[in-house]
């Protein structure tokens, strides 16, 4: 069998680190939503009985190391099977090491794929799978707009937000998580509660704008990332911009879809990446499937 597979993008819209565990995982609060930039995602199964992977984009590691083969071997552990022979293909659309979530996409949707295919568990056993491999996942598996609470795996459905564009930018600089996280122990836990204050109303663009927070940005405090966020707040008229996830890439909130798009032209000329996007209610779905 053969499918392909859509799969968005996350924006952080807040994100607070709220404590670090024993087994040195962080532990945060975060509204996430999924916007309109895709990755797409091929599974064919074969008779191979290997599990292999292929990229149009230099850089990403097309071996065992990848995110996305580490989610098919986990699939087909959990499922107690053999895998008789899978080659994964990404076509790559979410830039690397921007805080995107776009390796975390192309597991997620392996995961929906394969069980489409096998139909061997529920959405929610899913996502645990996704848990065990990477802490986006589960999100990435869900879409839409969502409070994730522990280290991103304990999921909330939270209503659409209102109408809205948004414009990411990347700098070129790139941001590792865990140099994310290293930031944030040295900066300390402030216990900002963005997220709770976020969750009390959230009923215009405007209303969402007022409240961004990322405890990255804070403990980064990174000139690009700040460069950027100027852009799109003083050039360009956005309600409100901050850095997504660890970073590095920035977003924006605009009420008006045309604003969102000119500003993206605008900001094409300045940032190797430049992007205007939709929300969008879905983390991953089929758009081709043949035996």
């Known amino acids: ?135 986006d996942i589960p999100f990435c598996l869900l879409g839409g707009t969502a409070l994730a609470e522990g280290i991103g795996e304990k999921l909330t459905v939270l209503e659409d937000i209102p109408d809205c564009a948004f414009v990411i930018v990347k700098p070129q600089i790139g941001i590792s998580t865990a140099q994310a996280y290293k930031a944030v122990d040295s900066h300390g836990m402030n216990m900002n509660p963005s997220t709770d204050i976020m969750l009390k109303s959230m009923t215009s663009p405007a209303d969402i704008a007022a409240k961004l927070h990322n405890d990255f940005e804070a403990a980064l405090s990174l000139d690009e990332v700040r460069s950027a966020c100027s852009h799109l707040l003083k050039q360009n008229g956005c309600l409100g911009a901050q850095m997504t996830g660890s970073g590095s890439a920035v977003f924006g909130i605009f009420d008006d879809e045309d604003k969102a798009r000119a500003a993206k032209s605008s900001l094409k000329t300045i940032y190797p990446f430049a992007m205007a996007v939709k929300p969008c209610d879905s983390g991953i779905e089929i758009i081709n499937a043949s035996e």
């Open 1 to 135: 069998m053969k499918i392909t597979l859509k799969a968005a993008a996350k924006l952080n819209l807040t994100l607070d680190v709220t404590a670090k565990r024993h087994d040195g995982y962080h532990e945060l609060r975060s509204i996430m939503q999924s916007v309109g930039l895709f990755e797409e995602v091929t599974l064919e199964e074969n008779n191979s009985g290997a599990i292999t992977i292929s990229c149009d984009k230099a850089g990403v590691p097309c071996d065992e190391s990848n995110i996305a083969v580490k989610c098919a071997d986990a699939y087909f552990k959990a499922a107690k099977s053999e895998c008789r022979g899978l080659h994964i293909d990404i076509h790559k659309n979410i830039p690397m090491q921007a805080g995107l979530a776009g390796g975390s996409a192309d597991g997620a949707a392996v995961l929906f794929g394969l069980n489409a295919m096998h139909k061997a568990f529920t959405p929610e056993q899913l996502r645990t799978i996704g848990a065990s491999v990477g802490a």
